[in-house]
């Protein structure tokens, strides 16, 4: 296993416990340079997450990265999110007051709470890491990556999450409840409140940047590239499906596909990356017919990947 990603991972698990596949799946999607929607029920730990992650990584004075937490409301504005043109009367100009976008971790807490038309803030910055403030475009600071979180269970004050913003997201993750063993130890130490206030960064920016860097090297023999197209083509020929992946989904799951196998120590793409993967990586942009359960979606998607990855392999 890289150093790097060693580190990161024993950080994140001294305050997030009995959660191996989820942190791992977590780490390969910022290496990836992708965003990650966490969907789940309350006190799980899913802002804790992004917390955590955001005091492992030191900028060049040795303190964790720009985090900035925005907590989604009903009335919450496109410009509380972008930043906005502010005039000041002393030079008789307008200058940008920059928004909590422009950070390098943002957490966007319970995404499904707010319009869609605040929602939309997030687009332009999430694809093309910049925000367009009248005629001027601001760069996001590098890394950059976007850690949202919404509670599947509850309907009241909330906004479906448009598809456009749900595209925008390279994997969607569930912590789900803790085993046993996880859960005493929580109740022993009580990381969310103990452990992670006394966190400090274990890499800096160079360090992760660079693993950005030789995660997206990671080899990917042609077969499983096209086992990745025939994945993300079949979705849009599906009779139960209505709405397919479109060729964003397919990037996603390749550069995903890519730096999970770095994370696990390899300098290749198997199958089984894939086929973790896919689900996670297809299953939020995709939309069903009626006479399917939501929730039916993964199986689906899984044997989908399943039989065109034995396919590829034999």
Do not use: W
């Not at 992004?50 to 409301?73: S, V, Y």
């Not at 269970?153 to 046993?180: C, H, K, N, V, W």
């Not at 995660?215 to 849009?236: G, I, N």
């Not at 996670?280 to 006479?291: E, Q």
């Amino acid at each position: 296993m890289n150093e790097s990603v060693g580190k990161l991972l024993d950080g994140l698990q001294k305050v997030i416990k009995g959660k191996q596949e989820f942190l791992e799946l977590l780490i390969a999607c910022v290496l990836a340079k992708g965003h990650v929607l966490i969907e789940d029920n309350p006190g799980l730990g899913k802002t804790t997450v992004a917390k955590t992650l955001a005091r492992l990584i030191a900028d060049e004075d040795g303190e964790p990265l720009m985090f900035k937490r925005i907590q989604f409301t009903p009335d919450l504005l496109p410009y509380d999110i972008t930043g906005v043109d502010v005039f000041d009367p002393d030079t008789k100009t307008f200058r940008f007051v920059p928004g909590p976008v422009l950070a390098n971790i943002v957490l966007a807490d319970e995404i499904n709470r707010t319009a869609p038309k605040t929602q939309s803030a997030l687009l332009e910055v999430m694809a093309e890491r910049q925000v367009t403030v009248g005629n001027t475009s601001y760069k996001s600071k590098e890394p950059f990556f976007v850690i949202a979180t919404e509670n599947p269970i509850e309907s009241e004050g909330t906004f479906p999450l448009p598809s456009a913003q749900l595209d925008r997201f390279m994997l969607q993750l569930s912590l789900g409840y803790p085993d046993r063993d996880a859960e005493l130890a929580i109740f022993e130490d009580n990381p969310a409140e103990e452990t992670l206030s006394n966190l400090e960064p274990v890499i800096t920016r160079a360090e992760f940047l660079q693993a950005q860097d030789d995660a997206s090297k990671v080899f990917c023999h042609q077969s499983l590239k096209e086992a990745v197209a025939d994945v993300v083509r079949s979705t849009r020929a599906h009779e139960n499906i209505t709405l397919g992946a479109s060729p964003r989904a397919g990037l996603h799951l390749l550069a995903a596909s890519r730096a999970l196998a770095f994370v696990r120590g390899r300098d290749f793409v198997i199958d089984e990356d894939i086929a973790i993967l896919c689900g996670p990586a297809l299953c939020h942009r995709l939309k069903t017919s009626r006479s399917i359960k939501p929730a039916d979606i993964l199986l689906i998607i899984r044997v989908i990947c399943a039989e065109i990855l034995k396919k590829k392999i034999v």
